[in-house]
């Protein structure tokens, strides 16, 4: 089995930054890519950010510009630095991961979810 497990949420003011960080741990045997959704009530999750194998990011056109995200693959992590915030990127985000395991083959997982709430 593998795990994705989230930390950095939090509340901050408009303008302000938070640092989202996600690490994967258990059976894995290589991961392809890693990312960060969003999901704010009453719509659907969106992609934020995505880093795939190799050196290739996505960013949705909302947070290009302000979202940075980064890649540890020796440490199965990835992290999400989101400056500038603005009150529409309040929403749970989730970090996925696209992963090769030893017991399971190849599929998607999903972290639990951290809050990030953007109010003043």
């Known amino acids: 089995q593998v795990q994705l497990v989230e930390s950095g949420g939090g509340l901050v003011q408009p303008g302000g930054s938070l640092r989202l960080s996600c690490a994967a741990s258990g059976s894995i045997f290589n991961i392809n890519h890693m990312g960060w959704y969003r999901q704010a009530p009453g719509k659907q999750r969106e992609l934020v950010a995505l880093?795939?194998?190799?050196?290739?990011?996505n960013y949705a056109d909302s947070v290009k510009g302000r979202f940075t995200i980064s890649r540890d693959n020796a440490k199965n992590s990835v992290s999400l630095q989101m400056n500038n915030l603005k009150p529409e990127d309040t929403a749970l985000y989730y970090c996925n991961a696209e992963v090769r395991s030893t017991d399971s083959g190849l599929r998607d997982y999903w972290g639990q979810g951290t809050q990030v709430t953007v109010s003043s």
């Open positions: 880093s795939i194998s190799g050196s290739t990011t």
